[in-house]
Nanobody
């Protein structure tokens, strides 16, 4: 079983940046780790995935070229660097072992407002 603990959320102005972290512990046979988010009143939305074997990365069109997913294998930590944030990025962000967010952490709040 994998345990996931997110951190790094906060409040920023439009155009600002944040870097989220996710501490990963336990074992899993899965080859990917993902970030998903849930805006107020909305369903979970897939954001990004990294293949931990190949380091290939994948992004939703809404965040492509603004967000960067990465991992530090030595620290067992997953990251999400978020640049050029806009109010539509306001959400609770979760790391997950699947793209649907079925196995996710407790989340970290990101608020983008002026």
């Amino acid at each position: 079983e994998v345990q996931l603990v997110e951190s790094g959320g906060g409040s920023v102005h439009p155009g600002g940046s944040l870097k989220l972290s996710c501490a990963v512990s336990g074992t899993s046979a899965r080859n990917t780790l993902s970030w998903v988010r849930q805006a107020p009143g909305e369903e979970l939305e897939w954001v990004s995935t990294i293949n931990i074997r190949s380091n290939n990365t994948f992004y939703a069109s809404s965040v492509k070229d603004r967000f960067t997913i990465s991992r530090d294998a030595a620290k067992n930590t997953l990251y999400l660097q978020m640049n050029s944030l806009n109010p539509e990025d306001t959400a609770v962000y979760y790391c997950s072992t699947d793209t649907a967010g079925r196995n996710r952490g407790q989340g970290t709040q990101v608020t983008v407002s002026s």
